[in-house]
């Protein structure tokens, strides 16, 4: 026990400032990725062959493009993005500097997440709202996003746990967080205690996250 108090004494304050940051950019990188994710995944849904607006050419672009993003190493990303990251936020260290390259690694994951939940709806619902004279965009918001929205919050839920770890990795480069104390005081300085805490402190959010997530779509599912 007095161990216990020892350590905390020394590295609660450290701890408790790393899972703030670590917080915070996973849930601003989140929001961000779904700003730009969802009008992804309606655009590719409402383009695909079978879509309410059917355009070949544009959603082939847009799924390789959504294709091309996904497959580029979170890390390889992180690393040719600090030009870029430097001209946005003015700089490609501590929390501002991860939110940018996470925002861009998780917009065409989040894009698909979104296409696949939208592809989920039954279609006589598009139909009926098509045959009373709804709009597109009425269509799009009180239809697809409205009936979709069980999986759109547990898509968001995978989406956040996803950028936990990414963000931890985003230590590795001086981001902060979790994961640049785990690097830093666990790796290499061999503090084995200080690298078990962020790794008890991450699992303890991914499984309140995703509870969180579980809950909320439960609740919002007509079908229960």
């Known amino acids: 026990m007095d161990a216990i108090v020892a350590f905390l004494d020394q590295y609660a304050g450290l701890l408790a400032g790393g899972t703030w940051d670590t917080i915070v950019m996973t849930g601003l990188a989140t929001f961000f990725a779904y700003v730009l994710g969802v009008p992804i995944g309606v655009a590719v849904v409402l383009t695909s062959p079978v879509g309410l607006h059917p355009h070949r050419v544009f ?3 847009l799924g390789w493009i959504v294709n091309m993003g996904r497959s580029i190493p979170f890390i390889i990303l992180l690393v040719a993005l600090i ?28 894009g698909r997440m979104v296409e ?22 009425q269509i799009v918001t009180k239809v697809f996003l409205l009936e979709s929205l069980p999986s759109l919050i547990r898509g968001a839920s995978i989406t956040f746990i996803t950028l936990f770890g990414y963000a ?7 981001a ?49």
Do not use: H, W
């Open 59 to 61: 959603n082939s672009v």
């Open 83 to 110: 030009p870029f990251t430097r001209f946005i936020v003015g700089t490609a260290l501590g929390v501002p500097g991860a939110i940018v390259p996470l925002v861009v690694a998780a917009a065409p994951f989040v």
């Open 116 to 137: 696949q939940s939208l592809t989920e709806v039954d279609g006589g619902l598009i139909e009926a709202a098509q045959s009373v004279g709804a709009s597109t965009m």
């Open 168 to 174: 931890a990795m985003a230590g590795m480069v001086g």
């Open 176 to 224: 902060g967080g979790l994961g640049d104390i785990a690097i830093r005081y666990g790796y290499m300085r061999f503090q084995g205690d200080v690298m078990l805490a962020a790794v008890l402190i991450c699992i303890i959010l991914v499984q309140i996250i995703q509870s969180i997530g579980d809950l909320l779509a439960r609740k919002i599912d007509k079908r229960n």
